[in-house]
């Protein structure tokens, strides 16, 4: 079956240290891939997209993805992490023109 | 440019009363619109999609309905609420489904 999974429900990290939250899919064809941040109460941001061409895309707050077509997988980084950074993070994808959403992963970041 | 706008932000009403959410998008025209809903920890769930006046599709089937009664206005309903109705109602909008979607606040609703 056709999925976005985001395999890690929670994450936590220090201030300053290093992110890197996972998200595969697994569709016939290469999607067009996003990621989006939730901060609680609140709607969701674009912070990146995929299309084609480079793999690795930068995006919105320092963030940055790499698509990997060997390993299904686009996931997000970000070098050092602030503690406003705190929120939920979703991987989606668009396939046949609606958009699909991982469960999401919840970020901690400890001062 | 671009906005959209959804409410109310917050709603609490009784189990078997009506709903009426609205959304609204300016800036644009002949948007594809969507409603997902977020329950407590779990993530998105696509309910309706319209690209186009009164074109609504589906996706789960439920007591909810929606309806786009003019180009870049969606709003979704239920006759009679149930106590599973309860959480997060986000609606999003996208020039043509595959440029990533622009979301709502989003309206927290609480069936009690």
């Known amino acids: 079956a056709q999925s976005v999974t985001q395999p890690d429900i929670h994450i936590t990290v220090s201030e300053g240290a290093s992110l890197e939250l996972r998200c595969n899919y697994s569709y016939g064809a290469t999607p067009y891939l996003f990621w989006y941040v939730q901060s609680p109460g609140q709607g969701l941001q674009l912070l990146l997209k995929?299309?084609?061409?480079?793999?690795l895309v930068q995006g919105i707050k320092g963030f940055e993805a790499e698509f990997k077509r060997s390993q299904s997988s686009f996931n997000l980084r970000k070098p050092s992490v602030h503690w406003s950074d705190a929120a939920e993070y979703f991987c989606?994808?668009?396939?046949?023109?609606?958009?699909?959403f991982g469960a999401g992963t919840r970020l901690t970041v400890k001062p | 440019s671009q906005t959209i706008h959804q409410w109310p932000a917050t709603l609490v009403q009784p189990v078997g009363s009506p709903l009426s959410l609205e959304c609204t998008v300016e800036?644009?025209?002949?948007?594809?619109l969507y409603w997902y809903r977020q329950a407590a920890g779990r993530g998105l769930q696509l309910l309706f999609y319209?690209?186009?006046?009164?074109?609504i599709s589906s996706e789960v089937p439920q007591n909810l309905s929606a309806s786009r009664p003019q180009d870049r206005q969606f709003i979704l309903s239920s006759k009679k609420l149930l106590l599973s109705d309860s959480g997060f109602y986000l609606c999003?909008?996208?020039?043509?489904?595959?440029?990533?979607?622009?979301f709502g606040s989003g309206t927290r609703l609480t069936v009690v």
């Open positions: 995929y299309f084609s061409g480079d793999t």
């Open positions: 800036g644009t025209s002949n948007p594809n």
């Open positions: 319209s690209v186009g006046i009164g074109q």
């Open positions: 999003a909008w996208s020039e043509t489904g595959l440029d990533g979607y622009t």
């Open positions: 989606a994808v668009v396939v046949r023109d609606d958009m699909r």
